[in-house]
């Protein structure tokens, strides 16, 4: 049977598209991507902290995809002048997934805001915006296309990614929030041509953890390489399974 | 444990609050009316039909939504001139949950185009539009905000609908479509004064199979009353369960 | 000190201007009119039936203005083909203040939706949509400018109205439902050209009642008469409450 | 009978819900809080300030709701150039509504702009925008969602608000204005954590008034805190009236 | 000296395009007319009847533009249900406009509502929607781009128009309302397939007259034809200067 | 070398997405079917009829898109209520271009306005509005999303079109012309189920004209026979230059 | 006879609301200042710089209005960075009517651009932007609605403006470019707090040109000091006719 | 025979103008251009680089029109904050399609992202926003409207360029690229007053290219001077096609 894979989803209220109706919802290109990994994936509607280990046993392995910034009050800061929107709830929900996953050793693969998330679950801190990194150089919300590979990455070959994309490749970029601070049980493994961390893993190898800043779902169809972050997240999870 | 609801997600392509991407999602409505009812709900994307058999070994139940038209090519017409959009995807994965839902004799709850979806995987036909219906007197999509009942529906004492609302009760409506003839295993249990049937449920007692016209899940925030068709619904999957 | 006119509010939900957020409110004309007429007007916001009461201990007269259809459930009937969008917790709200209304013996001036609304908490029944009038030939919603009479009315002489504008006179007109049977307390004063009910009062002298079914409140910039609906008003109320 | 409350209302013109015409209206969570502390909420439309002491003769409290900018000419100021809209007619409206409050010694609860507004009118000044404050590092103006809290607030045990929220909590927040200079017979009782003043209170026992910066009537469906402020409001109340 | 042409211009209240300001206006396609047949134009306000007088004898002749529909109160009938807006202030200062042209005798140029309005000014009637008219087969507002003509007519050869245009031309069509009954003092010199009125002039010789009920001020740009109902109309203008 | 293919293009004026300017155009889906028959396209500008042979001269074979309405006046008839916005130009380019591909021998490929065009060309007529076909029953502007097929057609096996598709299939549906009288030099080779013509060929083995009613270029991304159209044209067209 | 007045109008490219199309046009508050001050209004459309003589010929005075930004070219610098719209056109064709109608000796009134423009014709410079004005302190484009007064003017006494406004004013306001150097026939007669210029005179006792900052004409209908100044230049006219 | 050129085209998606499609387009001033100087346009499709010598091949002078920036990787920048949207496979395309027009000495004319990527095409590099360029002093972006000129250039008088316009001219102007360093085969005739290159021209004798940085597309209906650029280019191209 193919392995079961939940994605955190996230909430709209009064969405134009369906009479104002508030809908829970993910980006189809985390659907496709699972899909086409050949797993099954599943919506997780926002849902109490206290409901993740029910979730988390439902399934093989939990992606975080994008969307709100993380709350600056998770992290110890006020909101600064350019914090965007924030979902305390999701942020809640999200944390208590991620420790869950980590406590029944189930694999996570987070984009972009859910790379965000995983650091500040485990202690890591963040920029409220790119503008407060005072070595700031490179456009970091990409008015390209998404499909497009809009800045160069550096990679660690050591590592996952790594042995995916190799020591250097053209990503996506939407983001306006960044790590400040990488949370202990991570490292880096890419970083942007201005320094900041594009992606991390964890540690130990006993988490099966990988975390990109850059949007591969977008990219999948144009760039057969990113499908690739998420063929490799349902092979770690198989291999978790048996 | 509490038990899983699986609901057959929706997809809308450029949607305009999410930058113009495609989302799976499913109206926020349907996700409240479970939670509130004890039971974990996962969104299912749209999939092959192939799919629909480790989908339903995953969940406890299978709840339908509302959404687009269904396609008249299933049920043997071609596309009269009022005619909605249709997702023949869509129908073709809904069918075979339905059909697989019944193999495992797995409780369904079905909402509005869920109805008629059901009706027709089992061979029952629609009108293509209410204005086909050559007795039609009532308004069947309200301009009155949706929480508030709108028309007036009689309804058989002896059934699960009657047993929640009584013999009339005042619904909400927004349907263009509606059951012209009803599929063999399902008897009527609900009408609108001007004849249409608003709602049905399996002959059979080995099946448990719950359908109404209106939208429940709309109105539960303002009506105590429509809550109670997704309490009794997780009733009837825990009962299945042991 | 000046009469207090409690003004019936209406609600506005996703308020574009307000960023989308629900408000009590009234059109300005009736602010206006009241005003100029030397009395003090406060809006009541939509409340429970059983606290008409305590508004109407606390105003000298009372106000109906325009807004959504009353329900056709109120006089019996299924909501038809062209029913606009009702509120019936307004409808409700504004019946308990029409007869709370009657009973302390104030008076009342009512406009549009306000004369529908009269008519029906007292027996009388409407046409949900005025192309159910057999005889329907004159425009009812004017494309014409707000502020500028656009149909021709008969009016009885012997009547409040007849006294302010004569046999007859143009009036503004925005109303798609109307008046089929007038309720027994009342007789109407001024008819359309094609028959229908233009304004009605209390056949009782002791009730101090006028309703029209045109906007004078949006004419009072450019139509000096219609200023003296409001007048006229403030000189019941104040004969009432010596 | 019921405590009657006199919301001061705003106006707007043009109002794309109503056809273009302009409206007298208040947000409606002042309205739902009011109703929730079981005392009767009525609007009072923009008057002339000589109309104040009838309208407060009429109520039992004043409720001071937010809106636009208050007028730096008030305060001995040409506009500055972050300065929003102002409406001077409100600002002199107002300012009458809060001395005849004090000078029929009923209590004051202000919001937002309120609380800048009874700061005004008593001589204090204001930032015309958070800007020109030397010392800002809080987000004001939140892009979360407006029933969520944004930032930390520190309280005044000993105070009204202190009594209800304790030493610190978190609040939403809605500003670009901002107390300068609080007037003589105020204490400040909470502040961001930036130092701006977030609530103040009559420092004269003989005075009922409560001003808060942030909007609590937006977070009292998803935090019951909030709905005491206005319970505690209605208590003044009704303390004053015996 | 280049003779003046006054240009009845039109008023639009709130204009997206100036800040929500009313303005008067007149479409350019009249102004380029007017200037390449060596004339000055200048657009006169809508004004009282009474001004008529004053404005005709500062200009040399007059152009009477589109726009509204005419009022039918003007000529005897109640609105119907298919009448557009109405501007019965624009109607009656065209009317007096007219006859004071009339009076002293200066050329008037009419254009589509101008030809309506020449038309009921001197007794004539309209059909309030073409959709009256018994024989209605052609479409008479077109969804074509303006500047291409559409529909053909057939043309009197001995009139102005025909000895311009010939016995057959393809105009453009922009007009709901259509001519009933043609005035006295007129002759109709064109006809669309359907035999609705395109044209018509004075009979008497002492008139100088010219209406059309097409838009050539929108064809000038690509039918030099067009032009020279301009260039006619100046001509016809010196003719009587002299 | 690969064989180049004229696309007819079109001209939108007012582009909002290009600052308002007017471009010419053609859709994706012609360039994109074309290119993947391994030919290249180019588009031609709308251009005077007298250009055509110049036009011709340069590429093998010319591809005809969809667009605007035929205008009536081109097959002797006037304008009727329904007719949609038409280009004259745009037909008369096109139909030299038609008239010019067959004295050259240059094969046709016609697409929904293009068998419409080139059915005119050659003296056929057309319904303005499908209502106007007195056997209309199927919904012929369909609803659904565009890549989707909704109504069945039947085929002519010995045909082009039936060598494709076989006896039946399911093809999308965008036009509200129809053909009425199909010219001589064609005959019709697929038919909807209301009885309108859906493909025609032409007779002459000298000729080689394939014209469908429906958008094969817009299903090429999700039913791979629409491309077959593409290919088979472009293999017909490379028959010709040899 | 009342006086001729002549206002110099504006152009607007694809007005929305009338479908598009350019049309000529004034705001309306010009018209209703001359209207009021008994004297008759017509539109100049802007045309060549030659034909000013003709148009000054046919009227007594002349009203220049609000809109683009002068071009910068004429007064010998390039456009700087925050140069709005310009319309050079109307710039040459106005700088004819202003140097014609001194001339004539007919007297000038002039609103924002035109005040500006009238410096400019006569050799005077502008702000580009007001934020090149190194003394700015004043919000010169307020976000109060238009009829309010906003910021505060010092007054010359001894002027025209200081004989109907007395020694301080506060005015409305919406300009970004502002008088740098003043031209040599005029001089000063009013200023903001921060020390831009806010109106002009003609030295000269033969001249009779008053030019202010502000918009007049918006705030007439609720001050009544503004109407003066059209009552005022009407007076002036009258004087010259004499 | 005409001359035939090529215009590389751009392409839209989700073009609002044509159902949400993508479209392969060109502005209409640049089709206009070209036939107005006797030469007949064609479209090219963006397509893959190696198919730029079969596209060649087929045309006599390619013309390279405005559009998206082009992408920073291609001369060794990272993108910095103010980038606007680019298309790397425009770019790859056009960069071939250059190449092979000069290793086939057929002529160019590049306007505006034309100018910028020929220079990238040979090794030039660019700002990436003229906010990097050190001595920016004019305004690159007009706001006045498209068709009129709005900041002065110099003119290198031995030039293409200058023998057209003489040593200065007024250009409108919409780039917030610009170039930095200038690719060694060619040579800057045209500067703004800040110094900005406006346009270059090849050095070698051999070779046909002009490039400038302003619009002269958009000028042509009120410049006839900005025709002689196309008229000029045809002149380039006929004389190396003999």
């Given at each position: ?12 209220l009064?969405?134009?598209d ?10 189809q290109?985390?659907?496709n991507?699972v ?6 994936p599943?919506v997780?509607?926002i ?14 392995g939990?992606?975080l995809?994008?969307?709100q910034d993380?709350s600056p009050l ?6 600064s002048l350019k914090l965007g929107?924030?979902?305390p709830a999701?942020d809640a929900f999200?944390?208590?997934l991620v420790?869950e996953?980590?406590?029944q050793?189930?694999p996570i ?6 790379l965000?998330?995983?650091?500040v ?9 790119v ?8 456009q970091?919300?990409?008015l390209?296309?998404f499909?497009?590979g ?6 660690e ?8 994309f190799?020591n ?9 929030q ?9 490292r ?6 201005d320094?900041?961390?594009e992606a ?12 990109v800043q ?5 990219m ?8 690739r972050?998420?063929t490799?997240?349902v092979?770690?999870?198989?291999k978790?399974?048996?």
């Amino acid at each position: 049977m193919k392995p079961l894979i939940g994605i955190a989803g996230n909430v709209l209220l009064n969405n134009a598209d369906v009479n104002g109706l508030p809908i829970t919802y993910t980006p189809q290109g985390f659907v496709n991507g699972v899909r086409q990994a050949d797993a099954i994936p599943v919506v997780f509607p926002i849902s109490d902290p206290t409901e993740a280990k029910d979730y988390l046993s439902k399934v093989d392995g939990v992606l975080l995809a994008g969307g709100q910034d993380v709350s600056p009050l998770l992290f110890g800061e006020e909101p600064s002048l350019k914090l965007g929107a924030t979902n305390p709830a999701r942020d809640a929900f999200e944390i208590a997934l991620v420790k869950e996953a980590i406590h029944q050793a189930k694999p996570i693969f987070a984009v972009c805001r859910g790379l965000q998330l995983v650091n500040v679950a485990y202690g890591g801190t963040l920029y409220q915006d790119v503008s407060d990194y005072p070595n700031l150089a490179v456009q970091h919300v990409q008015l390209t296309h998404f499909e497009t590979g809009a800045h160069t990455i550096d990679i660690e070959p050591d590592s996952t990614i790594g042995k995916i994309f190799g020591n250097q490749y053209v990503v996506n970029t939407y983001h306006h929030q960044a790590i400040k601070e990488l949370a202990e049980p991570f490292r880096a493994v890419a970083w942007s041509k201005d320094g900041l961390i594009e992606a991390f893993e964890a540690k130990s190898p006993h988490q099966s953890i990988v975390a990109v800043q850059w949007h591969p779902e977008l990219m999948i169809p144009y760039d057969l390489m990113m499908q690739r972050l998420f063929t490799d997240f349902v092979k770690r999870v198989i291999k978790k399974m048996i």
